[in-house]
């Protein structure tokens, strides 16, 4: 008994509960107004972009790849959806339902290269970014619209999609939160989730056992062209404009969360639940942070120091020689 | 014979190659675009680029990866701006940018290889803060009204139109390519980004090279930044973000693997050059220079895919050539191949 909840207090997640809650007690403090709960959970609104993306980009990192062309396929699937419904007259929601399928195959496409041919996901989804945004710039020129104004005025139904409550929480959060169950589900109760962990442990020793591992790899990257597709939906209903520049400035914070959440970047470690915690405890500080009154603009200082101290102190846990170190150093001197 | 064999391997060469193809296709298309006026043009609008680039290489050579240079270029760049605009000697200002270039490749090369933490993370995190520093540092506002003189460095140029900042490069980029190559130490680089645990087992000291291309990379970003601020005259907050990505796709398409080891600077400068060209030609090709991303993509995807494809079919090759005299040797009886 004693052991198992030793083991539950020293897991990652539980440092990210903590965290958390001390953030809401701090920020609380220092700004009564945060504490009220329509408040708190309206500011996730504002990062939910990031906390879908990251929980299939945590699949990704899991096999040891990485995608950093989430964040065009965003601006993409916002800009397909605008020109789909005004300039073809397309139902909204068929867009929305078409602009998943663009999803999904800008992910095939990365994701074919990294499985079956074996190129290495970092430069395949480099130029995926490059791809990707350059394609929703083209795009938005094919476009009767001006670009820099976007394409706005979608139907009721659609923004309120995005900006809508049930039962007092906002929409955004359902969605987030039914994305969480999802993945959960795929990657820690599944075959095929065993199968995604296996990949990143030992490739060779997967496709030996049977796996497809270039499919379950190239899947992978399916689900976070999809995802970073709702993103896209969202985004796009709860600004009301579809732009090609959204999500431009989403894929560092994407990477953050997944390794602040603990999945390791060499692959077979982490889960969704330490992403979906380390997601909300970013979003929370940053907005704890310009609510008592620091500059949006500087909030990536902080988070970068969090992100350093966390996996410093992480690595410095499972590696405890690191400190050897210093002692003979000491020592030596 | 042998020699020219060997250069046609180089792995740069190829990178050179496409370099070369596209220029002479785009000429056909399009005469004018072969005047040398206007290649010098291509070349002198890529000096910043291919200044980071030599520095990322440095990094991406030895295995590992630097994302913090846009910040870096934006930082230094902000302070030694505004050093000139105030009127301080430009002495002090480049000192000023050089110091900053170095403090933050020693802080990621000491978080990189004391601290062990992903080469990728650590650089992501130093970029938020370098960033959110430059925010600080101009309090969001721009610098502006850089003092002419210094401005005018940017336009000098040797007689021929090559600036002597792109001339500088080109020179730098030589110089340490042969330092990288011919040199012992030079290429401990290469080593420790081939094989880590070889490397340290002859006795390089693998965390002191990685720390070194680190600071290189720092300098090299910096050194960047006040080029920036000579060509641009004038820097935003956010100067320099995006460039963390070309320079590693200018070192992709210059030959250069990102699992270490293999390719070197020249390769860097070329790739930097074809980055820096895509828009022109697209001009002269009359396509809107919208189409930029999208063409550097389409590039970068088949030129790595083409590498990987290419590679693979050479080791099939040589598997088959082993397997072949294996089979002969026994076929023959005898074991002489041992």
Known sequence: ?333 | MDKIKHLLKAREITSLLIVVFVFLLVGLVNPSFLQISNILLCLNGGVVYTIVAIGSAFVILTGEIDISVGATLGLSAAVAGSMIRDGKSWGAAILAAVVIGAFVGIVNGIGVTVFRIPSIIMTLGINGIVRGMSYVYTNGKWVENVQFEFKALAQATLPGGMTYFYFSALVLAVVIFFLLTKTKKGRYFAAVGDNVDGATLIGIPVGRIKMFAYIICGIMSAVAGLLYVSRVGFVTPTAGSGYEMKAIAACVLGGISLSGGKGSVIGATIGAITMASISRILVFLQFSSDYDNTITGVLLITIVVADVLLERHRKEKARRIRLSVKTADYTLGGNAHE
């Not at chain 1, 701090?26 to 009220?36: A, D, E």
């Not at chain 1, 990294?114 to 094919?142: D, R, Y």
């Not at chain 1, 955004?172 to 199968?195: A, D, E, M, N």
């Not at chain 1, 997601?279 to 990536?300: E, P």
Request: hydrophobic share 50%; with cysteine; charged share 10%.
């Open chain 1, 1 to 333: 008994m004693n052991n198992q909840l030793k083991k539950i207090i020293f897991r990652w997640e539980s440092v990210l509960v903590l965290l958390l809650v001390i953030e809401v007690i701090v920020f609380g403090i220092i700004n009564p107004k945060f504490l009220q709960i329509s408040v708190l959970l309206g500011s996730i609104n504002d990062f939910i972009p990031i906390c879908i993306i990251a929980l299939f980009v945590t699949f990704v990192m899991i096999t040891g790849g990485i995608d950093i062309q989430a964040g065009s396929i965003v601006g993409l699937t916002s800009i397909f959806i605008g020109l789909l419904w005004k300039d073809l007259g397309v139902n909204i929601w068929v867009a929305a339902a078409l602009s998943l399928v663009v999803g999904g195959l800008c992910g095939a496409l990365s994701g074919f290269f990294v499985g079956f041919v074996g190129v290495q996901p970092m430069v395949i989804t480099l130029g995926g970014q490059f791809l990707f945004s350059g394609l929703a710039i083209v795009i938005t020129k094919l476009s009767a619209t001006e670009s820099y104004k976007g394409i706005s005025g979608f139907p009721q139904s659609f923004t309120d999609f995005s900006k809508g409550h049930m039962a007092g929480i906002p929409n955004q959060v359902v969605v987030f939160g039914v994305l969480i169950i999802l993945s959960y589900l795929l990657l820690h109760r599944t075959k095929y989730g065993r199968s995604v962990f296996l990949c990143g442990v030992n490739r060779n020793a997967a496709e030996y056992s049977g796996i497809k591992t270039s499919l379950i790899i190239m899947s992978t990257y399916i689900l976070t062209g999809i995802s970073a597709s709702v993103a896209g939906v969202l985004m796009t209903g709860y600004l009301g404009t579809a732009k090609a520049d959204f999500g431009k400035e989403l894929t560092l914070p994407i990477i953050t969360a997944v390794v602040l959440g603990g999945t390791s970047n060499t692959g077979g470690k982490g889960g969704v639940v330490g992403t979906a915690l380390a997601t909300i405890a970013v979003g929370t500080m940053r907005f704890g942070l310009s609510m008592s009154g620091m500059n949006t603009q500087y909030l990536d200082m902080p988070v970068g120091i969090l992100l350093v101290l966390a996996v410093a102190v992480r690595t410095i846990k499972d590696n405890p020689k690191i400190l050897q170190y210093f002692s003979v150093r000491k020592r030596s001197n």
